[in-house]
């Protein structure tokens, strides 16, 4: 558990950092602006090495991860279906659309879905502490972001051509259908359909 705990800590505390502009300006200042970020890629790769080590070793040790509650079977379906649109979020993050300006922050709101589908069908410890924290991060984040767009605009966005809409819902189709079909089993462990 206290690995999974450190990844979670060491991966939140890294991502505080640019929800606090002062922080954050601070240490660009210090640093140089390269250098910050090649910090903040590193702590983030570490944090998530942690956690996805510290997870996969309390899954296989029995007794050290107890559940919490069992999941009935009708939330897979409902989690299948939740993670459909998280896929696409997350590409719609990276991808110039009308989508990523309608939702304004798709990463975070891909984030909150994941979180939430994976919560429906998890209800050991790690599962609730992994995914619960996604989740509560996700959304200080979000909040976070549009009190700081209350103060004055983050950047304009300006969606880009029709054809990245099909782009972002393509590519998020593909990936949830790659991780439905083979990517979950392979990366993570558990088959979706086991």
């Given at each position: 558990m206290l690995l999974l705990l450190v990844g979670l800590a060491v991966f939140f505390?890294?991502?505080?950092?640019?929800?606090?502009?002062?922080l954050r300006t601070g240490?660009?200042?210090r640093f140089g602006e390269t250098t910050y970020k090649g910090l903040f890629?590193?702590?983030s790769i570490a944090g998530l090495a942690l956690i996805i080590f510290g997870y996969g070793k309390l899954q296989g040790t029995p007794g050290k991860n107890p559940d919490l509650w069992f999941p009935p079977a009708w939330t897979r379906p409902i989690a299948m279906?939740?993670?459909?649109?998280?896929?696409v979020f997350l590409v719609a993050a990276n991808v110039p659309s009308r989508i990523r300006d309608a939702v304004k922050h798709p990463m975070l709101l891909g984030v909150i879905l994941w979180a939430l589908a994976h919560l429906?069908?998890?209800g050991d410890l790690a599962s609730v502490i992994l995914f619960g924290s996604f989740f509560a991060w996700a959304v200080f984040d979000l909040i976070s972001v549009r009190r700081r767009a209350a103060l004055?605009?983050?950047?304009?966005?300006k969606g880009g051509p029709i054809v990245n809409e099909v782009i972002v819902v393509g590519a998020g189709v593909g990936l949830y259908l790659l991780f439905v079909s083979w990517a979950h089993k392979v990366l993570i462990g558990v088959s979706i359909f086991g």
């Open positions: 505390a890294i991502h505080v950092v640019p929800t606090q502009p002062d240490l660009v200042k890629a590193v702590l279906l939740v993670m459909l649109p998280a896929m429906l069908v998890n004055g605009p983050l950047g304009s966005r």
